[in-house]
């Protein structure tokens, strides 16, 4: 009987797989609405719903040994619906126009210095470490959307799978800890929080920056924006350059 009962729940098992989705759905809105209940600023950013959503659900996997290439296929709606999502941030980017538009070769410059910077240290750290040329290559762009550094790290000859894991620990970081930490060193400016946050934590730190505020969530979306672009045009050139120099 309990082989029957175990081999009838085996057959059942992969049916249940339609429930991805709405799975995911239902956990990211019910973790938001916590999160937006909170009021004290070091536990809300703690309770990071996309944070909490990808640890519970790769908890469950590993804990119930299920397949993630099953889980993944099933929930590929949702992967395809991330670059619609990107171009919807272009809402409160409208919003802020006006604003934005003043600053323009300020933010220009600022991501400008901001992805050089990242790359160089990236590129030190590699060294200092005796990481491997792909290692290396895989963590020069990484302070971009995933689509961009996917595109980049191929070019590079580095490892894109990881990169993209890279880019979501990134942008996870930056919406968990980035208002934080722009608190602690005195930056209340709304401006240059959300340059910070675009530049830096790309979409999953704007989509923090949009629920921080409207002006915030603007200018992380231009900021976003013009790091992809420039990021496109910059590390291509750079990287070459730095393995030239000091390899």
Known sequence: MTNFTFSAISELQPNLWWLSIPFIIVLFLA?????????????????????????????LLINLNLPYTQFASHSKLLSWLLEPAIVALALPLYQQFTHVRKNLLLIVATCSLGIVNATVVAFLLSILFSAPAQLSASVAALSVTTPISLIVTDSLGGISSLAAALVIFIGLLGALFGFMLCKLINIFNRESQGVAMGTACHAIGTAAAIAEHPKVGAYSSVAMALSALLTAIIVPLLYPFLVNILL
């Open 31 to 59: 973790l938001r609405a916590v999160n937006q209940s909170i009021k004290n600023s070091v536990f809300k950013s703690l309770t990071n719903p996309v944070f909490l959503s990808i640890s519970i659900i790769a908890l």
